[in-house]
């Protein structure tokens, strides 16, 4: 279900269930509770059962058919059951492997935990951690030293200045249910460093499902969104600059990103956007403003 339609759903479960008292709506602006990511884990390969990780990202279900809408591309079962899941970074995994990279997962981790992809999440306007019809989400980047603990994750209660450039608008298709915050237009993006290249990792008009845990203070969940495939077109570009690699194989690895978009049709057909998701886990931090 989009969230257009959830977030009704949840007017009407507040209103007729808990009479209103269950999902928070203070006239006051409520607290922000901020978040640094401990863990980044891009999905880029199905589960063993075949399922996808990730969101239906364009309202439109080609579990069983491939149509034009979704550029002949196959939409996913998640682990969860949702059909219609829009995931098409998870046939890429293996290819980043063939052209000498680690796994994506590895890389991305390792760049948190040595500081230089620290992904913040800010919940704003947040009036109760259950249930709340109205909040803000907001994700931004931030920028210091880091202190990892034995579980090699970040420890939490870390301050951090906030990296220039990297601060985006949050997004108030937000709410709060069972625990649970959902939250429709989320823009994020990371700058990664793959096979030497740094690069900007657009993920836009995108979902996340975050679960929230006041008593612990963390974070867990997942985000979607869609990458522009000009985006990879000039990280195929830089790494042929990069490392000479022959034209050919230059051009064959641009053809195969191009041919796994699957979101914003063009009218002369293909597609302008390829679907992604994350797997994402935060704990308590403070922004230095």
Avoid at 85 to 106: I, M
Wanted: proline share 4%; charged share 25%.
């Amino acid at each position: 279900m989009r969230l257009g339609g959830a977030w009704v759903l949840v007017g009407v479960w507040c209103s007729a269930f808990v009479g209103g008292a269950g999902c928070s709506s203070s006239s006051g602006p409520g607290e922000t509770a901020t978040f640094v990511m401990a863990r980044l884990d891009f999905v880029t390969e199905p589960e063993a059962d075949g399922t996808v990780r990730g969101f239906d990202l364009d309202g439109l279900d080609h579990t069983d058919e491939l149509a034009a809408e979704g550029c002949f591309k196959p939409d996913y079962l998640s682990p969860e059951g949702e059909s219609g899941v829009d995931n098409q970074l998870s046939s890429l995994g293996a290819a980043l492997v063939v052209f000498g990279a680690d796994s994506v997962s590895t890389i991305v981790q390792g760049m948190v935990n040595d500081g230089t992809l620290l992904l913040i999440a800010e919940v704003g306007e947040l009036d109760d951690w259950e249930n709340d019809r109205h909040v803000t989400l907001r994700f931004r980047l931030g920028m210091g030293p880091v202190d990892v603990g034995t579980d090699s994750r970040l420890v939490p209660g870390q301050s951090f200045d906030p990296r220039p450039g990297y601060q985006f608008a949050a997004t108030r298709s937000a709410y709060v249910r069972d625990g649970v915050l959902y939250a429709d237009e989320v823009d994020v993006t990371l700058p990664i460093q793959i096979l030497g290249i740094d690069l900007d990792f657009p993920m836009l008009r995108g979902r996340a499902e975050l679960r929230l845990n006041e008593g612990d203070y963390t974070l867990e969940g997942r985000v979607g969104g869609a990458v522009p495939i000009a985006a990879l077109d000039e990280l195929v570009d830089q790494i042929y600059i990069a490392s000479g690699m022959d034209e050919g194989l230059t051009r064959l690895v641009r053809t195969v990103l191009r041919g796994v978009a699957d979101l914003s049709p063009r009218p002369d057909g293909g597609c302008d956007f390829m679907s992604s998701a994350m797997d994402v886990g935060g704990v308590r931090a403070f922004v230095l403003e």
